[in-house]
């Protein structure tokens, strides 16, 4: 789901909707109708009387927030499910409702999705977004012209309408302050009394290891689990082969490197590395790990040569 989010192809949205069609313009057409035909029989069937917006959005609010809406970007925390107008669940941010729906995938981090909504290359999902407020649910139903057109994209047929259920958890108008105020809540609630070194990083030794701590130049072998500041598990080495990176060739995240550094081989420790020195502003480029998300990482310096 996350690696090709139907949320996340900004750089190839311009060659769906500008290349070279592999329709002919007969085939469009009778594509076309029959997204119509679709489109009628859905809003009949579900006794939807309320007439779509002037861009063609249907605009559906299920629960009305009673928070900020989201602006020009802001970055906001979301649940969504995607489906096509025939029913079919495309995309969940659901772990279970993938599993029932064959769609689960192992490798991604399910739950609440942050993101820029400024981000968001699909022009209904950024109209609906803009009527929503934090804490309402709202379905919207976007014809092709709004979504991925004649082209489609992975699942998506040419011509899709697409029904888009979401939850708007929170709007974040600073991701910067939203974040540092999430580390603080952390730090209180988990009864952390060490203070954080100059970068940001929190070094919590939970067990000291003996020899000479890793340098630039040294290899280090860990085995370690990460974690969201929220608590959803993203990564772990546990029960499989331990990582191994050379120390000072930015093959880890800068505070991850200053966490080993600390640490002794046969030594645990708890880092907690915010996204400044971590994955950023942007997160990972594959969308696992979201824009300025704090990690917590249990870490076990195994080897360190």
């Known amino acids: 789901m996350r690696g090709k989010s139907l949320l996340r192809v900004a750089l190839v949205l311009p060659l769906l909707m500008f290349g070279v ?5 007969d085939d469009d057409e009778k594509l076309r109708e029959r997204e119509q035909r679709l489109l009628e029989q859905y809003l009949n069937d579900n006794n939807i009387t309320q007439e779509p917006r002037e861009s063609g959005l249907y605009y559906l609010e299920r629960e009305e927030g009673d928070g900020p809406a989201p602006q020009e970007g802001n970055y906001i925390i979301m649940e969504y499910r995607v489906r096509l107008i025939t029913g079919r669940v495309i ?10 729906n064959d769609l689960y995938n192992p490798d991604m981090v399910y739950g609440s999705y942050k993101f820029n909504i400024s981000n968001t290359p699909l022009e209904g999902v950024r109209e609906g977004l803009s009527l929503m407020k934090e804490g309402g ?9 709004l979504a991925y057109g004649a082209q489609g994209t992975g699942n998506v047929p040419p011509f899709s309408t697409l029904i888009f259920d979401i939850k708007l958890k929170e709007v ?11 580390i603080s809540e952390y730090v209180e609630e988990n009864n952390i009394t060490e203070d954080p070194d100059d970068s940001g990083l929190y070094y919590i030794e939970k067990e000291e290891g003996l020899g000479d701590s890793p340098k630039r130049g040294f290899t280090a072998i860990v085995h370690y689990t990460g974690w969201f500041i929220d608590g959803r598990q993203y990564n772990t080495t546990k029960g499989g082969q331990p990582f191994e990176f050379n120390v000072g060739d930015q093959e880890v995240t800068p505070g991850f490197e200053e966490g080993i550094k600390q640490m002794k081989p046969g030594g645990k420790a708890k880092f907690i590395v915010p996204s400044w020195i971590g994955y950023g502003s942007d997160g990972t480029p594959d969308g696992r790990i979201p824009p300025y998300m704090t990690l917590i990482y249990e870490v076990e310096l195994i080897e360190a040569y």
Do not use: F, Q, V
């Open 91 to 100: 995309e969940t941010t659901d772990e279970e409702e993938a599993k029932e």
């Open 172 to 182: 974040i108008d600073d991701p910067e302050r939203h974040e540092r105020r999430l």
């Open 137 to 145: 649910e709202a379905r919207l139903i976007i014809p092709s012209e």
């Open 21 to 25: 069609l592999s329709c002919s313009h």
